[in-house]
């Protein structure tokens, strides 16, 4: 399983501005810092900020600080704003009807798998990701 580079870069950006939690981060700083091109840092940003997680700061000595406590935004919540989570906990083969009535051959092997990604992405915050990740960058 791997999220969308999308995703993987959202995230990214949150565990490192979650080393400062308190600090205005400019858009040049995140650019130069995880090597992120500029068009895409701006887009990701500004879903960020659409979903409250991040607000930003407009004109000179503006940029991106926390809307929203790293302990209070969870992977799910990032996954979800991007590419949805659903994409991780959907059949594994695909089919649109999957369930415990009307099982494919994949999913008693695949439910109990899918619950533990379920219940790793909405236990552990940007926070838990920033312990883990600090000497990462």
């Known amino acids: 399983m791997?999220?969308?580079?999308?995703?993987?870069?959202?995230?990214?950006?949150?565990?490192f501005m979650?080393?400062?939690?308190?600090?205005l981060y400019t858009a040049k700083f995140l650019i130069e810092e995880l090597n992120i091109s500029d068009k895409y840092l701006r887009r990701i940003m500004t879903n960020l900020t659409k979903a409250g997680f991040i607000h930003s700061i407009m004109g000179r000595g503006g940029g991106y600080?926390?809307?929203k406590n790293p302990d209070e935004i969870f992977i799910a919540d990032v996954v979800d704003c991007f590419e949805g989570m659903q994409t991780?906990?959907?059949?594994?083969?695909g089919f649109h009807r999957c369930d415990d009535d009307n099982p494919c051959v994949m999913h008693h092997i695949w439910e109990p798998i899918r619950d533990k990604i379920k219940v790793?992405?909405?236990?552990?915050?940007i926070r838990d990701l920033d312990v883990n990740l600090v000497n990462k960058y």
């Not at 991780?88 to 083969?93: A, F, I, P, R, T």
């Open 88 to 93: 991780y906990l959907n059949c594994v083969l």
């Open 120 to 125: 790793m992405f909405t236990t552990h915050s």
């Open 18 to 23: 979650a080393k400062d939690d308190t600090q």
């Open 65 to 67: 600080k926390f809307n």
């Open 2 to 15: 791997k999220l969308s580079n999308t995703s993987q870069y959202a995230l990214r950006v949150l565990c």
